[in-house]
């Protein structure tokens, strides 16, 4: 058995970077307690009137605790804001391209209590915060065991290909180096106690039924990834990321069987068209707002139509955000043609044709980025073209890998527990209690 392990979030990375502590905390024998800031200077952290390579603030008792003002939340995405947000645990304050960035050293089951209730509503059902539990739980410790294998075998994946003709590009976790995960949607939204305090007693709950427990797949633990809506149909984790499949991280219909027996091939265009133009029944498919409002947080709840959706560009729009977004010149967009879909239906490869060039993008991160001020829902799109400009029909919300949070939901409001959410979305995987 391994014993629980302390994780590091990156939570921050600004000049200057304001805190304060709640409670007594150490740091090279002194004591500090109260409202502090440090900047970068020179290629060290400023602080207190001294130049430090690096900090780390501990606090002497387990009830205190840090506030860091006017942290970033959702970035990049339409709903960004700044938010103040408290945190348990130590405080550590590192130099990172002439800024600082501000760490949270915390036990992983103190930092799931935040991130369950960060990527839903705390007042989610019991069996819905178990099972995301344990996929919060699965996913960090995965991405750390990833991250030493990777170092160990001397593996480095090339996550951001271009040509003149293509550009392919994928992010994930090992874009950090100097902590485990980040805070934010890039790895997992976590924002400290804030958010866990509005109902801890439900979370704490959640998060001590499952303690220790871990999706495995024989003697790896699985990479458990999530989004927030799958459209109907789970994406495979080599269309959005690495070209690695996981036999456990394979396309499914989210529904009862007894409505539809399997998925068509949605990467055939034609079968892909149809899917996205109609409106399936799956388990993400609801205007429940009650259900709806378990799984979603308030700045969430802002996107209503997630299942399937509608935007729409003139030529001038989508020519100027294209070229600005991709830093290519592209001319006046004429034509935007699907080349490659995974099974879900989310184009992996996209070809922008312009009148300066064409080039065929990818993967699903980096066409969304490409057409939106923000990120498209996802990249399960078709295109009508017009003499005016572009509207693009899609599904779902995010990149439909693995668990769909709202699929999951409406599971648990149904009646399944956690353990059936889980083998619903996660196959060929066991359930183990690891410490």
């Known amino acids: 058995m391994m014993t629980e392990p302390i994780v590091s979030v990156g939570i921050m990375f600004q000049p200057s970077i304001r805190f304060h502590f709640s409670g007594d905390f150490k740091v090279n024998n002194q004591l500090f307690n109260g409202e502090y800031s440090a900047s970068y200077e020179s290629g060290k952290i400023s602080f207190n009137g001294e130049l430090y390579s690096e900090l780390q603030f501990d606090p002497i008792s387990s009830e205190s605790s840090f506030l860091l003002y006017d942290v970033v939340i959702g970035i990049g995405f339409h709903w960004e804001r700044f ?102 949607d890039h790895c997992q939204r976590y924002q400290g106690i804030t958010r866990a305090s509005q109902s801890l007693e439900m979370v704490e709950a959640a998060v001590d039924a499952t303690r220790g427990e871990l999706l495995m797949n024989g003697d790896a633990i699985c990479d458990a990834r999530f989004s927030k809506c799958c459209g109907g149909a789970v994406e495979e984790f080599q269309y959005c990321w690495e070209p690695e499949p996981h036999n456990y991280l394979v396309n499914l219909y989210d529904g009862d069987h007894s409505d539809m027996a399997e998925l068509p091939d949605l990467r055939i265009e034609m079968e892909a068209e149809k899917w996205i133009r109609t409106s399936p029944v799956a388990y993400c498919n609801t205007n429940d707002q009650r259900v709806l409002s378990q799984v979603l947080n308030n700045y969430d709840q802002e996107t209503a139509d997630f299942y399937r959706w509608r935007v729409e560009y003139s030529k ?110 996660f196959k060929s995987t066991d359930l183990r209690c690891r410490y």
């Open 83 to 184: 938010e103040d947000q408290r945190f348990h645990g130590s405080l550590k304050l590192i130099v990172e391209e002439s800024k600082l960035t501000a760490i949270n050293l915390i036990s992983i089951e103190k930092y799931l209590k935040s991130v369950i209730s960060s990527e839903m509503s705390a007042t989610s059902s019991l069996e819905l915060l178990k099972a995301h539990a344990v996929i919060s739980r699965t996913w960090l410790l995965s991405q750390i065991e990833k991250r030493d294998r990777l170092v160990d075998q001397d593996i480095k994946w090339e996550s951001d290909v271009r040509n003149e003709s293509e550009w392919i590009k994928w992010w994930d976790r090992e874009d950090h180096i100097n902590f485990d995960v980040c805070a934010d």
């Open 316 to 425: 001038a729009e989508i020519s100027e955000l294209v070229n600005r977004r991709t830093g290519i010149d592209f001319g006046e967009i004429i034509d935007l043609k699907p080349i490659e879909r995974g099974v879900s239906g989310r184009l992996t490869k996209l070809e922008i044709v312009g009148t300066n060039r064409s080039m065929i993008i990818g993967k699903e991160l980096l066409i969304r980025r490409a057409l939106s001020e923000s990120h498209l829902y996802s990249s399960a799109f078709v295109v009508d073209k017009s003499e005016i400009g572009f509207v693009l029909i899609g599904a779902g919300w995010g990149h439909g890998v693995g668990l769909c949070q709202i699929g999951a939901a409406v599971m648990a409001d149904k009646g399944f527990d956690y353990c059936s959410i889980l083998n619903h979305y």
